[in-house]
């Protein structure tokens, strides 16, 4: 919080985000449209929790992390409306912790630059909402960018200290006995540094890990339906087969929030002068995959689907619009694989494990937008925190932001 103290425009920039949020919770805004009733369906958990620590209810489907802590903070303000309130203030560190992430990722760019892209956390719909009501998301997403934050120190530092290693494992497994699907960060960072390390640091990441694993094998063999997912009377997997959809929709998922960095470089993804291999093996790719997929997608507006899903539905009446952020998405997936394995392993290890029955958006933010930023590697000549490209993703976020509220209140 050092650097908060020496420029006035972060105290102005954090501040002013931060009001406008303070101000939805007043108003008990909620744009994800489900946030609310969410908080209150689980807050039955809290007080069970809270008063007779029971720490599991089958209508449930999550580890009890998120509903333990927010159960001590009701302990201690016994109010559900202050402990909300106690909860937005924890949420607000959230950008803060990113904007460190940042520095340690990107030591020769401008402070201030670096700390606009940390706020536009604050433009997120599902950040809002789910900061507003309490919501797991929060709790998740603070201890993977906590994580984050130990990789890239551990990462810095040559992969020498156990403490860092340590730490970093810690925060991987909290965010996972929140949010299961959380797995696959642990998954893309432990095949990142495990041949990078040295015979005891394996062994201490090894068996660390495995001593963290039992407490979760356990819960899950005791309670199986954590594995699943239930809507009205039928059960669905976690994971569903129908790839055709969870490709496409995904693809857009991602395209959202890439969408401004790519537009900005647009000369570096197209140009004939360099990596033109990788370019021409991204289109041919791409380009197949459109083929085999888009005839057999069939995914229905009835859960999910995302923004992008969504305004498509409701400019042309049809999936046109999905299917062009697809193709756009597909070959910039392709693109950034093909320039770094570790780009290759975090969108490999995505697709799989977002593949249920119905596809949220807001599983998934900040998540792509806080990776995109910290763990995703691109060319030396990428331009990420020019004031161009600062510029453009604020003005495209906020439309993000404002198109949310419009479609959730039915403004116009």
């Known amino acids: ?49 809270k008063n007779n620590f029971n720490l599991f209810d089958n209508n449930i489907l999550h580890f009890p992390t998120h ?23 924890f949420s607000l560190t959230i950008p803060v912790i990113f904007y460190r992430c940042l520095i340690l990722k990107y030591k020769k760019e401008d402070k201030i630059n670096l700390f606009l892209i940390a706020c536009l956390i604050f433009l997120l719909p599902a950040y809002r909402s789910s900061a507003i ?15 984050i934050y130990f990789f890239l120190i551990f990462e810095n530092n040559n992969y020498k200290k156990n403490t860092h290693l340590i730490l970093l494992i810690t925060f991987l497994f909290l965010a996972i006995y929140t949010r299961l699907d959380f797995l696959f960060i642990y998954c893309a960072i432990i095949l990142i540094i495990f041949f990078k390390l040295s015979k005891k640091k394996k062994y201490l990441l090894i068996s660390f890990s495995f001593f963290l694993t039992i407490p979760i094998l356990i819960i899950l063999f005791n309670y199986k339906y954590l594995l699943l997912v ?31 960095i790519a537009l900005r470089n647009i000369s570096n993804l197209i140009s004939i002068n360099s990596f033109l291999k990788n370019k021409i093996i ?27 899903f969504k305004l498509s539905n409701i400019i042309l009446g049809d999936k046109k619009i999905l299917f062009f952020c697809a193709i756009i ?4 997936i392709f693109y950034l694989s093909l320039f770094s394995y570790r780009n290759f392993l975090f969108f490999f290890l995505f697709f799989i494990t977002y593949n249920s029955q119905y596809l949220m958006q807001k599983y998934i933010e900040p998540l792509l937008l806080v990776l995109f930023y910290t763990m995703f590697n691109y060319e030396n000549n990428f331009k990420i925190f020019d004031k161009k490209n600062i510029y453009l993703t604020y003005i495209f976020f906020s439309l993000y932001w404002f198109s949310s509220l419009v479609y959730r209140y039915k403004f116009f």
């Open 329 to 332: 998405s597909f070959y910039i």
């Open 67 to 89: 509903y333990l802590i927010l159960a001590l903070i009701d302990l201690i303000f016994d109010n559900e409306y202050n402990t909300r309130f106690v909860y937005l203030f």
């Open 133 to 147: 009501w309490a919501n797991l998301h929060i709790t998740a997403i603070f201890f993977y960018i906590c994580a």
């Open 1 to 49: 919080m050092r650097i908060f103290l020496k420029n006035k425009k972060y105290y102005i920039i954090y501040l002013s985000f931060s009001c406008s949020l303070i101000l939805e919770f007043f108003l008990s805004l909620d744009l994800l449209g489900g946030a609310q009733s969410d908080f209150y369906i689980t807050f039955k958990l809290v007080q069970e929790i």
């Open 230 to 260: 239930k809507s009205n009377d039928e059960r669905y997997a976690l994971f569903s087969f129908n790839y055709f959809n969870s490709i496409v929709v995904n693809a857009s998922f991602i395209f959202l929030y890439i969408f401004p």
């Open 282 to 308: 991204s289109l041919i790719l791409s380009i197949l995959l459109c083929i085999i997929i888009f005839p057999n997608f069939n995914y229905t507006e009835r859960y999910g689907g995302g923004a992008i």
